[in-house]
């Protein structure tokens, strides 16, 4: 069994509630973290944890940090990204909703050490039942003197609070969320400036996904130095992994990273295996926009290593054999998926999700959406699938904020790991959608 | 003051001055062509992604090259910085796809659109993009908008370069709500029709660089080219009253700002100035506005016969032209 840093007392009853939560060590990050040491000396655990952040990119959180710009008089800010809208991701949704104080004692954590005296989580509007829950663990915390006027006695305040967002994928991109939060539209900022220089409000703001600020708890209890040996070289720590798709058993787990991709989708530990005994074809592993990868190249890396769960080694090829750890959305399709029709998908949900201020990611989108559409209705031809690729590469590293690439990737890898697949329905003019037709067959048995 | 390269040809600008503005001090052969951007309007630009360039080298102290094609219009230079424009293969196919994302949902109405003639994407499509269309799916439909009683939207023609947002932001009270909408969906939206009764709202119409926003009180009197501008003003205590006049014969068509090199106006012009002096008794007129040689207005209209020779034979050679009086 690997460690648990995050989600160990998930099963625990009430650990929804401070009190429960405070009777197995809860809050007590916090405590050592006011009494016992100054903002630096947190910041600085941060950095030996070799933490990265969980939102997606994967960059180390410790730096991040570091960056944040520190003008006398200027008020600083904390954000937590809970947008979490990802197609396959559902972790911080899991997290929130179990065990919300995680989250608020890693934002008085880290609003301490960024010197923050306001903080926000922002939640998509999807959540909005999960924001009930936060709010209630808020209004507790309170109560309970963890929030407010002079924390545990010492000088330091914070005020949090949640902030429901209308439902737009678009606003978890870091700068469109602190546009949504301050009242206007969800659009991307051109950068630079980045948030650490003009944030919200133009003040210094650190935005960090909820998972990234959880593991801040941990961190800090441990030490930094304990928090790296978990994992693999600068793959540190533990992650929460969103397994869906075609296995036994979907959802939430946490692993120690540098598990392999076999273990983590075979073992009972984990996914379980793929159900109804059909055979593995495929895993997005990061996330809607990281690329696919094919069986083989998803169990072993193109030198025939076994692959594992790490930022490195699911890197490992570039995009040509590899992918990325990403979000930590992991989407398994079994032997019978289509991979024309789920791209289709993906597909849809980019050009929906577009803001539309740069031309090749709206105009992009959409069309690339419709091209496929045509291979589902079996009229496309084979010089489609050029011209999709053409459209994707001139979409990728073209626009304002990393959408574009999110809505490109998806597309080139689809095509550069399953071409047989378009070209066949192409030259048949026909499209067969298998895993359809079982699921039919299903219904009208039973 | 930092030092750019740009194609190759230096140059020292101030500190602050964008690539775009690098390569506009050095001249049109080798400023990127821009939609969105608009030297008059703050924040403007970053949208449209046509202007965008290759840094090959960050600056003196960075000599990395940026990893993406940046918008010119919206990066500063450093000291020691290498951009690429026409002469990367890879940005003039960029540029290409730009273009054609720009056309593909708009209804190359040309032949009854007002603002044929003048419309940058017109120039953009014709310098940069192909002869064929690739998309073959229904274009976006809109119904058109009166925004009072001067100014059409026609949304189906918008390319959404923020410019005529940006201009209702900082010329009129500051709402910031002009886009509805999302992704390909989004469209202009009515905060404009509120924003009518501001003195300075029918600037939307010279900043559109498309023929989404029309002036209704010259809509199908003419092509623009049979008309002939001029530089004229008048006394004018909400705006410099410094316009440019178009004439057909004696009579007033319509009242425009004077634009610059660029095509961006020079002064923003009040709605007075605009709609109703449509008289030519009440303007003092200083002579033909300066038109650029390539563009259709300029037709008949030979009074810069030398100054537009000069422009021609420079621009024959950046392009590597004979020399239009060696020819055999
Ligand atoms: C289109 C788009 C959507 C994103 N959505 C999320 C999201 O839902 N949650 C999140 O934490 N990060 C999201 N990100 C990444 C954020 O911009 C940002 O990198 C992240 O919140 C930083 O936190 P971290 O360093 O803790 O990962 C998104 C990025 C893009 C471009
Ligand atoms: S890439 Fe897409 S989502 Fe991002 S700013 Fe451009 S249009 Fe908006
Ligand atoms: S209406 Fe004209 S100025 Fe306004 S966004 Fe559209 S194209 Fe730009
Ligand atoms: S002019 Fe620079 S992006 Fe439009």
Request: hydrophobic share 35%; aromatic share 8%.
């Amino acid at each position: 069994m690997g460690r648990k840093l995050l989600i160990h007392n998930d099963k625990v009853p009430g650990i929804h509630t401070l009190e429960v939560y405070r009777a197995h060590g809860g809050y007590a990050s916090v405590e050592k973290a006011l009494k016992t040491m100054t903002p630096d000396q947190v910041t600085d655990e941060v950095k030996k944890s070799g933490l990265r952040g969980r939102g997606g990119a994967g960059f180390p959180t410790g730096l991040k940090w570091s960056f944040l710009a520190k003008p006398e008089g200027v008020p600083r800010y904390l954000v937590c990204n809970a947008d979490e809208s990802e197609p396959g991701t559902f972790k911080d949704r899991y997290l929130m909703e179990k065990i919300p104080h995680a989250l608020i004692e890693g934002m008085i954590t880290s609003s301490y050490a960024l010197g923050a005296n306001t903080s926000y989580i922002y939640i998509r509007g999807e959540y909005f039942y999960v924001s009930r829950i936060l709010e209630q663990a808020i209004r507790e915390a309170y109560a309970a003197g963890w929030l407010g006027k002079n924390i545990l006695g010492t000088n330091y305040s914070l005020d949090l609070s949640v902030q429901v967002g209308g439902g737009a994928y678009i606003c978890g991109e870091e700068t469109a969320l602190l546009e949504s939060l301050e009242g206007k539209r969800g659009n991307p900022r051109i950068k630079p400036p980045f948030p650490a220089v003009a944030g919200l409000w133009g003040c210094p703001t650190v935005v960090n996904n909820v998972e990234t600020i959880a593991a801040v708890c941990p961190i800090v209890m441990m030490g930094g130095e304990e928090y790296a040996k978990i994992g693999i070289g600068k793959s540190t720590g533990t992650k929460l992994i969103s397994a869906s798709g075609h296995i036994n058993k979907p959802g939430v787990y946490e692993i120690e990273l540098g598990v392999p991709v076999e273990e983590f989708i075979y073992s009972e530990e984990y996914c379980g295996g793929i159900r109804n005994g059909k055979k593995l074809k495929a895993v997005v592993a990061g996330g809607s926009s990281v690329p696919i990868l094919p069986t083989e190249l998803i169990l072993k890396t193109a030198k025939g290593e076994p692959r594992l769960m790490t930022y490195e080694s699911l890197a490992d090829g570039g995009f040509q054999t590899g992918t990325m750890l990403g979000s930590g959305g992991f989407i398994v399709m079994d032997e019978d998926t289509s991979i024309v029709k789920n791209l289709f998908t993906f597909s849809r949900f980019y050009h929906h999700e577009s803001c539309g201020q740069c031309s090749p990611c709206r105009e992009g989108t959409g069309w690339m959406e419709k091209i496929l559409k045509k291979f589902l209705n079996g009229t496309a031809t084979e010089a489609d699938v050029d011209l999709l690729w053409d459209i994707q590469s001139k979409i990728e590293g073209k626009t304002i904020c990393p959408l574009g690439e999110a809505a490109a990737w998806p597309v080139a890898a689809a095509i550069r790991h399953f071409k047989h697949e378009f070209l066949e329905i192409a030259r048949n003019k026909k499209f067969n959608d298998v895993s359809h037709y079982e699921r039919l067959k299903k219904k009208t048995v039973a | 003051m930092p030092k750019v390269t740009i194609d190759g040809i230096e140059i020292e600008v101030p500190k602050g001055t964008t690539i775009l503005q690098a390569a506009r001090m050095i001249g049109p052969e080798v400023a990127p062509p821009t939609m969105c951007y608009y030297s008059k309007l703050k924040t403007s630009g970053g949208y449209c992604r046509t202007c965008i360039v290759k840094v090959t080298k960050g600056s003196a102290q960075n000599p990395n090259p940026m990893p993406k094609p940046v918008a010119s219009c919206r990066t500063e230079v450093m000291d020691g910085m290498e951009v690429q424009n026409v002469t990367s293969p890879e940005i003039v196919e960029a540029r290409k796809g730009v273009v054609e994302f720009l056309l593909i949902n708009h209804p190359l109405d040309c032949p009854v659109c007002d603002q044929a003639g003048e419309c940058k994407l017109q120039d953009l499509g014709y310098e940069h993009g192909s002869v064929k269309t690739r998309y073959e799916f229904k274009r976006r439909e809109y119904d058109m908008i009166d925004i009072g009683d001067k100014i059409k939207l026609h949304m189906n023609r918008c390319i959404l370069c923020y410019r005529c947002v940006k201009t209702c932001e900082q010329l009129t009270d500051g709402r910031v709500h002009g886009v509805v909408h999302r992704g390909d969906a989004a469209e202009i939206s009515t905060y404009i029709e509120k924003a009518i009764n501001n003195d300075f709202s029918g600037n939307v119409i010279d900043v559109c660089p498309v023929g989404a926003l029309t002036d209704r009180t010259f809509r199908f009197k003419s092509r623009v080219w049979f008309t002939k501008p001029v530089d004229a003003h008048r006394k004018c205590d909400k705006c410099c009253g410094k316009t440019r006049v178009w004439l057909k014969g004696e009579e007033v068509l319509r009242v425009t700002a004077r634009k610059d090199q660029w095509d961006e106006v020079e002064d923003f012009i009040c709605n007075s100035c605009r709609y109703d002096h449509k008289k030519k008794s009440d303007w003092t007129i200083e002579g033909p506005s300066p038109i650029s040689r390539q563009s259709v207005i300029s037709q008949n209209h030979y009074e810069h016969l030398n100054e537009l020779k000069v422009q021609a034979l420079k621009q024959q050679k950046a392009l590597g032209f004979m020399d239009i009086n060696k020819r055999p």
